[in-house]
């Protein structure tokens, strides 16, 4: 009988290795990127408490289509949309889907498993992902309003920066994102 231990060899995972500098570097450089030079009223217009909830659960259960991450490089990322302003609905919805749907995910499964397993795949994790972004802003809905406040109140959710900033920002980060 093979036990979790014996399954899981975490000394070859991706955190335990040399390989954890080319894996989770590029994720710490995106949510960086999202921090610096993302405002955050972009982030609040599309992923805040506030947002529209159809929009807001919506780009956050299909950004894994595009943004091509792991489960180790999603969670920098999730710290850099949450500490922009994102409410905590729509960026656990975002950390579950991301690293589920990613191209890499979807064409692995279809090879290995099939077609029609791969569409119910790419068609069923953002729904999850919804869901569970709804349940989790049920229950940390007090903590989720203590940190909107706090977000709301604080310099950081008030800086604004120049158009020719927030392009080159945009470029930066859509440059960290295609590598």
């Known amino acids: 009988m093979q036990t979790l231990g014996d399954a899981i ?8 290795t040399l390989n954890a500098f080319t894996i989770v570097l590029p994720a710490f450089l995106v949510a960086g990127a999202l921090v610096v030079f993302v405002p955050s009223y972009s982030v ?10 159809i929009i807001s659960y919506g780009a956050a259960s299909v950004s894994g289509y595009v943004l091509t991450v792991c489960s180790c490089n999603v ?5 850099g949309i949450l500490r922009r302003g994102a ?13 589920a749907i990613h191209i890499v995910n979807v064409a ?7 077609p029609k397993l791969a569409l119910w795949r790419l068609l069923m994790v953002p729904v999850i992902a919804i ?6 802003s049920v229950l940390f809905r007090r903590e ?11 310099s950081i959710a008030l800086v604004d920066s120049s158009p020719e900033q927030t392009k080159r920002g945009e470029l930066f980060l859509a440059l960290l994102v295609g590598c």
């Open 131 to 136: 869901v569970l972004g709804l349940i989790m």
């Open 44 to 53: 609040m217009k599309y992923l805040g408490a506030r947002a529209n909830r």
């Open 87 to 99: 409410g905590i609905g729509p960026a656990f919805c975002f950390v579950f889907a991301a690293p």
């Open 75 to 79: 969670v920098p990322i999730f710290a």
């Open 108 to 114: 692995f499964t279809y090879q290995v498993i099939g």
């Open 144 to 154: 989720e309003h203590a940190r909107q406040c706090e977000i709301s109140s604080s």
């Open 9 to 16: 060899n975490l000394f070859t995972c991706c955190i335990f």
